[in-house]
C-alpha cells in the first residue's frame, strides 16, 4: 500500500513539475548545436538552430541532460522570438557541461515548442558528446 501511494504522489509532482500537456498532434522539430566557443564548467545556453516550429508557438522550453553522468543541468522558458535560431547565452539558468577531465560526457538537449496555454505543440532534440572529438 505504501508502494502504490508513493508512485501516485510522484505521479502527481511530475504532472504538476512538467510543462502542461502534449497536444497529441505536437510536430518533431529538428534540433543541432555546437560546443563551439564552450569552455568545460560554461554556464548557459550552446547556441543552437531548431527547425520546423508550428506557427502557434509563443514559448520554448530548454532542457540538458548529461546521459553518462546522470545529472539534469536544468531547464530555461524563453519567449519565442520568431526565429530557428538561439543564441549562445551566457545568463541563462542552465549548468553547462563540466565533465571530468579525459571523460567526455553526453549530452542532450531537448526544445520543446509551447502554445499560448503551455501545452507542447512541437519536441525535438539532439545528444552531443562534450568536449567533442576534433
Known amino acids: 500500500m505504501k508502494k502504490l ?7 502527481i509532482i511530475f504532472s504538476l513539475l512538467g510543462c502542461g500537456e502534449k497536444d497529441s498532434n505536437a510536430v518533431a522539430l529538428s ?26 508557438t509563443k514559448f520554448l522550453k530548454v532542457s540538458m541532460y548529461d546521459h553518462k553522468f546522470g545529472f539534469d543541468h536544468g531547464e ?28 567526455p560526457g553526453r549530452y542532450k538537449i531537448t526544445i520543446k515548442a509551447l502554445d499560448e496555454n503551455d501545452i507542447v505543440i512541437g519536441i525535438g532534440s539532439k545528444e552531443r558528446s562534450f568536449p567533442e572529438k576534433k
Open 5 to 11: 501511494i508513493s508512485l501516485i504522489l510522484i505521479s
Open 76 to 103: 530555461v522558458k524563453m519567449v519565442y522570438e520568431g526565429s530557428g535560431i538561439i543564441f549562445r547565452d551566457k545568463s541563462a539558468e542552465i549548468t553547462g557541461p563540466c565533465p571530468p577531465p579525459n571523460d
Open 31 to 56: 534540433v543541432d548545436f555546437t560546443w563551439e566557443d564552450y569552455a568545460n564548467c560554461d554556464r548557459g545556453l550552446p547556441q543552437m538552430s531548431i527547425g520546423g516550429i508550428p506557427e502557434n
